[in-house]
């Protein structure tokens, strides 16, 4: 610790992930590492795609993410008959002075949980992924801000499956990263099964607007150096030249991971980004952008691979403790 900066947020930051990481733990039994990423999400800040098979607690840890932040919390279940207005809102007649007023959709809130996203058209996708992306929405000509803080947390089974639409591609590069939820350990789902027999208290929260506004700021201050700016790129630019894909990750993307690192900095207690903060956080900010050509696919190769060979290949150069 090199810089006396880093002091002061520290103590509070850690404190703060260790009490996130214990009442999460309450309803969902996975790494800390998922609930680290989500955090970092927040603060980055940007929005996250979870996904997973049927039954892995997608949704249970969504809400109990959602509850720790003290925010305006709504839910989305997204299903194939759902309107864009369903989402955003719509001008409807009141019928005692026959005026038209407007009844604000779901999307009106700090925290939404856009549940099982891929099950409704593209139209009702994109008002989502519009406001994600914006900060705002258009009803009837009227441009309204969304609240802030505005973090959307969406859900997704894998694609293969019947009555899905897959996120345009376009689209999911407005995720900040995209989390899988895997099977928890047998040692893990035995612990599910012996405790979860009744229902579990609800989630308290652990933050408010405020102090995510305030963690926000911090993170904005974090130092990034030049040779890590050019490390960021380097992985950025490592994919785009890969053969097995057909797009690489954006300059949005590199974006991205530099914002990512930053919060994960943040949280870690230091002022500056580490490489391995860009290393720890390639895969969930990178991977879900990459559209890989028809034959790689057909080859089995991943995108989580053609990131590994980016790290693989890209070499940090500069001062091993990332401060310049
Ligand atoms: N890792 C886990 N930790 C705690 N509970 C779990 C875990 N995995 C599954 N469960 C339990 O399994 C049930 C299903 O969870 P949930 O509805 O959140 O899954 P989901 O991934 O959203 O499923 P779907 O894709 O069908 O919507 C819940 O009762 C949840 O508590
Ligand atoms: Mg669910």
Known sequence: MTDPAAAPVAAPVA????????????????????????????????????EGVPGVAKTTLAKAFSATTGCVFRRIQFTPDMLPADITGSYILNLRDQQFVLRKGPVFANVVLGDEINRAPAKT???????????????????LRLPDPFLVLATQNPLEQEGVYPLPEAQVDRFLMKLIIDYPDVAGEERMLATYDHAPAPVERVLDPEAIIALRGQAEAIHVSAEILRYIVGLARSTRDHDAVRLGASPRASLSLMRAAKAQ???????FVLPDDVRHLARPVLAHRLVLTPEAELDGVTPQQVVEHALGGVRYVGPADGVR
């Open 15 to 50: 404190a703060l992930r260790a009490e996130l990481r214990d009442r999460i733990a309450r309803v969902f039994i996975g790494p800390d590492r998922i609930v680290d990423h989500l955090l970092v999400a927040l603060i980055a800040p940007g929005h996250v795609l979870l």
């Open 125 to 143: 996708q994109s008002a989502l992924l519009e406001a994600m992306q914006e900060g705002q929405v258009t009803i009837e000509g009227e441009t």
């Open 265 to 271: 900095a943040l949280l870690d207690g230091r002022a």
